[in-house]
């Protein structure tokens, strides 16, 4: 019995050890890039501030001062892929849109990690401040999956018009609790690094927080957008598409969603 409790010491030790060094490239994972971005949008180049070249795509009306809505993808995915819908947006609303790229996605250099994605959300915003000429109050946020961590994250730092979260965890570490049995679990708190937790975020958001689900999310329990909405300490409106999984609301939602993101976006500006 106690060889056997030794083993089961030492599995937990490396399991944790492994944990401790990889995290991020467990929650970070970018996927291939295609042969062309960027097809119906405009690139934009800038840096972070640490001096990681980054980019974006740029869609809807080039007059200043349209409002902007700046989007934060999930873990698996690219900014390229929002292009349509950021097209739609911009459509449908008149706004602007940033698709935001990370460092290590998209072909650009780097290595992924909390701290780096924060630089990088920040230079967005600088952007769109510096280059586009988008007052604070006429930004929104948006962010999907692990992008709402980034979007909630960036929230508490200013004061922007709104903030969208698709399919939000209410943390990463909780995320990877699901995924751990006990005794790992309960160790996951003590040393993860990726820090987004939208439900310890939302309390302290000015901005009227707007969240969408999938009812048949198996990525990203509906419980846990439900829970980040009602802690929002200001409360836009909750989104549930029933037959929605994790990457399909909008699509799954139609003109529901539709309408849910034009009355976030045109509700009016954020009070200062």
Do not use: C
Not at 54 to 62: K, Q, R
Not at 134 to 157: F, I, P, R, T, W
Not at 210 to 221: K, S
């Amino acid at each position: 019995m106690l060889r056997i409790g030794v083993i089961l010491i030492v599995a937990v030790l490396l399991a944790v050890t492994a944990i401790w060094i990889f995290q991020e490239r467990l929650v970070f994972l970018p996927p291939a890039v295609p042969a062309a971005q960027g097809r119906g949008a405009e690139r934009v180049d800038y840096a972070a501030a640490d001096g990681q070249q980054l980019f974006g795509f740029v869609t809807g009306v080039d007059s200043a001062p349209s409002p902007l809505l700046i989007v934060f993808h999930g873990n698996a995915d690219l900014a390229d892929s929002w292009i349509n819908w950021a097209r739609e947006v911009a459509r449908r609303t008149n706004w602007r849109v940033l698709l935001a790229e990370y460092r290590g996605y998209g072909g650009l250099r780097g290595r992924p990690t909390y701290e780096g994605v924060m630089h990088d959300a920040r230079a967005a915003l600088a952007y769109a401040r510096d280059h586009l000429g988008v007052a604070s109050n006429d930004v929104a946020l948006y962010g999907h999956s692990v992008g709402a961590g980034v979007a909630a994250q960036l929230a508490v730092e200013v004061t922007p018009r709104a903030v969208l979260l698709e399919a939000p965890p209410t943390s990463i570490v909780a995320m990877g609790q699901r995924s751990y049995p006990p005794p790992i679990s309960w160790l996951l708190p003590l040393i993860s690094r990726v820090h987004f937790a939208p439900v310890d975020r939302t309390p302290e958001i000015d901005a009227p927080v707007w969240v969408a689900l999938g009812e048949r999310d198996n990525v990203v329990p509906p419980r846990m957008g439900r829970t980040v909405f009602e802690r929002a300490k200001r409360a836009g409106e909750l989104l549930i598409v029933e037959h929605a999984g994790h990457g399909d609301v909008s699509s799954s939602g139609g003109e529901a969603y539709w309408a849910w993101l034009e009355r976030a976006l045109l509700a009016g500006p954020a009070r200062e």
